[in-house]
């Protein structure tokens, strides 16, 4: 009886074991097994999140005028340093009309495509991050029906975020660059002097030192710490010029060939909630 | 108390705080996850209706909170599990239903952080895996409470 009762232990241990080994497999197979959502997730994702919007907006609410409040305290600093760079606009706007114009003439002139006046912008807001995902995906609350596809730039004001990597007709779910699964290389610039630029290719994200690792770069040029991170705009989806962050570090590597280049992220990627779609402008044939 | 209600109102206040709290807080939850525990009871005579209510639960989170799908679909299903196990042979008593439910969250979270390791070619970062684990402990030990002592007489109940 004792016998039996321990084998029957026995044995429900090894089913536990491979149940797991089996369930694990799966998940291996499911993560590394990329799919668009079809019409039928489309709607249950839609109804879901807006359903959860609705009872989010009581609670967002109450958050927002907390900070709102805590925001008033410095009002007047702000209030001054405000009128300062209102003083300041005329003379940029001015500024910038002529920069634009240049820009698009000389970006004709050397048929270089993918700049960031090429694209709109849709502003949106975060409506779900799951926290085992954190540096990873997040849910914007702007779909297909705002004009949002698959592969758009995401970016704030401070820099870079990630890419659209799943639509449907009211959401987007946007892949953060420091994802570990985001299966490309970032083509970036290193500004070292005034016009001197080095070219490389950002490939990984150090989660440990919470920084950007970028290759390519030969051994003998010296970069300065603190030289700004920015996107060359060599490729379909993100486009020239987006601050990715500044050089915090240099090392060699393995082979003492090129450098490893250390980034501190520009963005800060635990608190921001909103965000910028860049969506390409349709072209008008007229 | 709805058993159905119990589990779309724990989904949805998941979805609420997650935006509320960022990472790195200690006030993150996993409330889909306890509300199954709590409404196991329910669903005594009719233990195949609980398995497909897990397995929509698990697809719809997939669907909305994960970014990579079936992964909460499996996990929840292994959860469902553990807690048939839990619920059938231990006694509905407060320290077990938190014994239990940290349990599950450990668990959870484990098979969670092993299979993003494992995909994305992570090394094992034990200090990570162990902030995942207790960043949760507050909130969900609070909200176990609550359900527990809310639900207490009608677990009874149907168990007895």
Redesign the interface.
Known sequence: MYRKKRKDKKSIVIVISLIIVLVISVFIYIMNKKSNLNPFEKIIKDTVLTIGSVITKPVSFISDKINESKEKNNLYEKYKDLEEKYNNIKNYEEEIDNLKQENTELAKLLEIQNILTDYDYVNATIVNREINFWYDTFTIDKGESSGIDINMAVVTPDGLLGKVIETSNLYSKVKLITSESLGQKISVRIKIADGKYVYGLLYDYDSDKKCFLIEGISENVDIPIGSTVKTTGMSDIFPKGIVIGKVEGIEKDNFDLTKIVEVKPSVDYDSFSYVTVLKRKEVNNE | MNKYLIVILSF?IE??????F???TIF?N?FSLLSIYIIYPFFKNNKRKFFIIIIILGF?YD?????????NL?LFF?SAVIIAFIHDNFSVNYLNSLTASILMLIIYRF??????I?????GF?FKIFIS?IYS?LILNTCYITMLYFLLRKRMYKLKY
Request: hydrophobic share 55%.
């Open positions: 949805f979805l609420s705080l997650s935006l509320i960022y990472k790195n993150l996993t719809i669907l909305v909170c994960s970014s990579i799908f079936g992964v499996i292994i098979l969670t952080y092993f299979a993003f494992k995909v994305n070619k992570l970062d995942s949760t």
